[in-house]
Every structure is written in C-alpha cells, then in structure tokens.
C-alpha cells in the first residue's frame, strides 16, 4: 500500500520533533555543565598551586627540646599570616619538620630527608654542635639554610663557615664584646667565665676570652661539671674568685640549674649574664620570679615591646595562634619571615639554586625601625646587640 502524502507529512513531522528534542536535550546538558564550571564554556578548572616547602630539623625531644619548641611556634605564627595573603606568588608554604634531639649524626641524616621532599630552603636549625655536623651536609646538597640558633663564631670564620648558612643575627662574639663594653658602665668590672663542657660552651669560650682578656689581666675560667659534685666544685671556684659578675657559657637545663644553686650560695643579688640563646621558659620556667637580675644579650627587638613594629606584628601573629610570647619564639617568627622574603626575592624560581641566587645578591627584611640585611655576598644579615635584664615576671627591659 501506497503511503498518503498526509502520512508522510505525519511521519516527518514526527521525526524533525525527536530531533529537535534530541538537539534540545543535548544542549541543556551543555548548558547545565558550563554552568557547573567557573567561567566560560571554554573554562577549565585549574589546579591549586603548587606549595613552597621549606624545612626544620631541630631538638623536639631532649633536654634542648625547648628550642624546637619555641622555634617552631614562632614560625608557625608568623606564617599563618603570610598563608592568608596569598603566599609567595600566590604559592602557599609549608614547613616540614623532624626531631634530631639535638644529636648531630641524627641532625645530617635529617638533612637528607628533608632535601628529598623537596625543600627551597631549611630554616631555624638548631645547635653549634649539629651545625658543625650539618654544614658540610648543606654544602653537598645545594640547599639553603637560614637562621640558626648557634651564634658561634667558628660558624662564621672564613675557615668555618659554609656559603649556603645565613646568619640572622649578631654571633657570640658580637654579644661577649657588647658584655665587655657595657658590663663596665654599670660597674661590673670583675668577670668570671663559667663554661658548660660541650661543642655550644668550647666555641663559646674562644669568643669570650678574645673579648675579656687584657694585656697584664687574667679573666678567671671555671668549668662547668656535668654532676652535682661538679656543679658545686664549680660554684666554689667562682665564689673564691669574688666576679662582680658571671658570664655564662651554658644552654640547655645547665644553665638555670647553675644560676639556681649559684644564687642560693653566693644570694639573690649575685649577678649572671647569659647569651640570648639560653633566654626563654628553659629559663624562666624552672627560675620563675628567681629570674629577676638576670642580665641577657638582646638581639632582636624584645618580644614584650609595644614601640617596635617587628614586636607588634609578632605579637598579633602569636595572640591568633593562641601563643603566649618567648624569646625563641620571636627568633624563630624573625628567620621564618626572613626566609618568606628570601623566597620572594628569588622571583618564579623557588628552588634551592634561585633562593641562593636571591642572597647571594642580597636581601632586605624591612621593619621600619628594625631590619634585617643581607648585603650582597655577605652571610650575616644582622649584628644588633644591646643589654637587657629580666623582672621577675620572666620579661625584659632593654
């Protein structure tokens, strides 16, 4: 049978409406998946950018485990901050951390592991004695270390020290000619030496004699012991020697141990003066309001300062963590920002090499009426030393 012209008009009108609805239905699910998509049809999404990494190997256990501690808060702190707007070149950072407990073998190997993570940079790395084991590590790596704990000079000597360390503040040497030159003025002009036996107190004892001796005047030394027997063997020496003041050598537990059982000998006025790496809770914790006379090299502005723009931005930065304020931990904030802008200055290239590249020509951490500079070619961006004294609530007064 013949089809009627009517039925094929029928059947192909029905055909042209599947297909109509076909194109229809197709191009609503275009339209529903560009709308699900940012932008335009031709839109992609586009994946988040990749982190910075920079990395810490420091004592998180041990008796040294405060300054791990300490460090990290401080710079955890003061990265949040950094995070919030937008990172560095709109990349986030990241800090990668793992315990030595401040055993030097432990520390190197810690180096390797944290190279193989892909770091730009170390930072905040902790002790004289890991540095020593460290630096050759970091020479062989190509990888950038800036800010350690160790102010001691062998690090910094041409002999000593390696072109992938940056130091962030004044060496030991720097602190013992400020005590040299400022103990006097106040009338203390009697000085006795008391070292802790360890890599920290045998450099440390370099730089302070270099500072105290002089020509026809003998600077009395005592040895710190590592017992009972020997603290108190070394707390007669002293006291025989009549010091106006102490200048002590020590880090760690030794050091407030010493000032503890030294003042109960000799009383409360008898003074000691100590490097700014031995300040903080290791400190003011097992001295509490005993602490009140200590005298302490200032490096950096004081955490408790309300004048210095460094101290109020890292204050604000510690009151968001939920962090109460230390000496450690505003050097750990200092070189972790000092790091932010080394990262910076290297421009797109955040690799080991670019951030070498960046301090060998030099940077800058401008906070107005604090700074931290890196002059091209130099390893040493900061020199800054004045006097402080702890109250008795565990803060200072420069």
Known sequence: MIPSTRHIARHAARHVARHITRRLASGLALALTVCALPGTA???AQPAAAAITLGT?????????EYGEEYRKGADACLAPVN?????????????????????????????????????????????GPMLAM??????????????SSGADVLRTPEGASPWVVHTKASNGDEFAGFARMLPTIGMTRIALVVQDNAFGK?????????????????????????AAG???????????????????AAGTAAPAFIAQYRQAAGASARVAVLNVVGGRVLTGQLKEQ????????????????????AREYQAAMAEAGQELSLLSMEG????????????AAGDDASPAGVRRALDRGVVLDLGDFALRLAPGSRVASRHMSLGIYRANGRLTE
Not at 101 to 107: K, L, Q, V
Not at 231 to 249: D, G, K, N, S, T
């Open 135 to 148: 630096q050759p590590v970091l020479d062989e790596l190509k990888i950038p270390a800036i800010g350690t």
């Open 333 to 344: 904030c200092m070189n972790l920002r000092f790091a932010v802008a080394a990262l910076r």
């Open 231 to 249: 603290m108190e063997a070394a707390i007669a020496q002293v006291r025989q020697a009549e010091p106006h003041a102490v200048v002590l050598i």
């Open 291 to 310: 602490v009140a006379g200590i005298l302490t090299a200032v490096l950096y502005p004081s955490p408790w300062t309300g004048t210095r723009r460094a």
């Open 57 to 65: 190997t420091a004592p998180f256990s041990g008796p040294f485990a």
């Open 42 to 44: 031709r839109a992609q």
């Open 203 to 227: 450099a440390g004892l370099a730089s302070a004699l270099k500072a105290f001796q002089q020509p026809g005047q003998t600077t009395p030394v005592v040895n710190l012991g590592q017992d």
């Open 84 to 128: 919030a707007a937008g990172g560095v070149r709109g990349r986030p950072l990241r800090i990668a951390y793992l315990d030595d407990a401040y055993d030097a073998p432990r520390a190197a190997a810690n180096l390797r592991t944290l190279a193989g993570q892909g770091v730009a940079a170390f930072v905040n790395l902790v002790g004289t």
